[in-house]
Nanobody
Framework: QLQLVESGGGLVQSGGSLRLSCATS????????LGWFRQAPGKEREGLSC????????VYADSVKGRFTVSRDMAKRTVYLQMTTLQPEDAGVYYC??????????????????WGQGTQVTVSS
């Protein structure tokens, strides 16, 4: 089934790190791409990163390139977003989502029909 459960959000100081987790099913990991998105208050949902089902290929938005890393653990049926050097502008609700594609992933939210419930990230300055 296409279930996604995010965890790992919280409060962190500027410059700190967090690792978000997105637990899902083996079926999802085997056949669908997974993406990470965030939404800050008053802003549109922003695509951050994704990982392709076929070969684990990754894509990053310029805003997080070099700071965030997406990975997956097939045995744990979990996709991770490791976030470093966090800044106040990184705050928001972070979501993982399923893209009904197997090949190269994208970070366009409109291509993702299935979403998790989100996890809050707060960065203090």
């Amino acid at each position: 089934q296409l279930q996604l459960v995010e965890s790992g959000g919280g409060l962190v100081q500027s410059g700190g790190s967090l690792r978000l987790s997105c637990a899902t099913s083996q079926f999802v990991l085997d056949y669908y791409n997974l993406g990470w998105f965030r939404q800050a208050p008053g802003k549109e949902r922003e695509g951050l990163s994704c990982i392709s089902a076929r070969d684990g290929g990754t894509v990053y938005a310029d805003s997080v390139k070099g700071r965030f890393t997406v990975s997956r653990d097939m045995a744990k049926r979990t996709v991770y977003l490791q976030m470093t050097t966090l800044q106040p502008e990184d705050a928001g609700v972070y979501y993982c989502a399923v893209e009904h594609r197997y090949l190269a992933c994208s970070i366009y939210a409109e291509r993702y029909p299935v979403w998790g419930q989100g996890t809050q990230v707060t960065v203090s300055s």
